[in-house]
């Protein structure tokens, strides 16, 4: 496969469940992001990570916590959420840090819903 | 605090020409980004500008106007696989991309 993949493409979740989304490229890029995507809202950056570390943690609740084990997959471990949380959780991948001319390469997405 | 600015929603014809407008007020500048996203699938990358002018690529154009902080995405020759949302992006000084909302962009026969 190419490109980034996400998976699930959907999840629903009750408030009390741990779950998971995961996603993987296979584009040699070394920085890997989360969004979180709210209808017609601006994108809202969550967590990346450049060469493996974490460089940026925009003040995301701790029910949300990123794992990378290495360059090619990123995980969002999910626990205890909220309804507002419901969202489209996108990740992106670019070949090194965000913003400096590189171009974005995104997964298709998924689709969260917390009941 | 920083904003960028873009219609909600565009309606236009199959064959016609649309223009998406994007305004920025940021903390700097240092390139500008306008990607497409179909329902339900990823965002992916159309243009950046980091210079003004117009840089085109086939049907799509992308203007940038950096003493104005303005720029569009032209669509020429409308098609109905155009019909998507557009999303600009600016890098602003730190080399944060600071994000619209998006516009729709809705396709007529």
């Known amino acids: 496969e190419t490109g980034v993949t996400q998976t699930p493409r959907h999840l629903v979740m009750g408030m009390t469940n741990k779950k998971s989304l995961k996603c993987e490229q296979h584009?040699?890029?070394?920085?890997m992001y989360w969004y979180k995507q709210s209808a017609k809202k601006p994108l809202e950056l969550m967590f990346v990570?450049?060469?493996?570390?974490?460089?940026e943690n925009n003040s995301v609740p701790s029910r949300f916590s990123p794992e990378c084990p290495n360059s090619s997959h990123l995980f969002l471990h999910l626990h205890t959420l909220q309804p507002e949380d419901s969202a489209l959780y996108l990740c992106?991948?670019?070949?090194?840090?965000?913003?400096?001319?590189?171009?974005?390469?995104f997964g298709a997405g998924s689709r969260l819903t917390v009941l | 605090g920083q904003n960028i600015d873009q219609p909600t929603e565009m309606t236009a014809t199959e064959g016609a020409i649309v223009q998406i407008n994007c305004t920025y007020q940021?903390?700097?500048?240092?390139?500008l980004f306008w990607y497409q996203q179909h329902a339900g699938e990823a965002p992916t990358f159309l243009s950046y500008?980091?210079l003004d002018g117009l840089e085109e690529k086939g049907r799509f154009s992308s203007f940038l106007s950096r003493s104005k902080g303005y720029s569009y995405l032209l669509l020429k020759e409308l098609q109905m696989k155009d019909s998507a949302s557009y999303l600009c992006?600016?890098?602003?000084?730190?080399?944060?991309?600071?994000w619209g909302a998006g516009t729709k962009l809705i396709i007529k026969p």
């Open positions: 992106a991948s670019s070949h090194t840090g965000q913003g400096e001319g590189n171009v974005l390469t």
């Open positions: 584009l040699g890029h070394n920085a």
């Open positions: 990570y450049n060469f493996k570390e974490q460089t």
């Open positions: 940021t903390s700097g500048f240092n390139g």
């Open positions: 500008n980091v």
């Open positions: 992006a600016v890098v602003d000084s730190n080399y944060q991309l600071i």
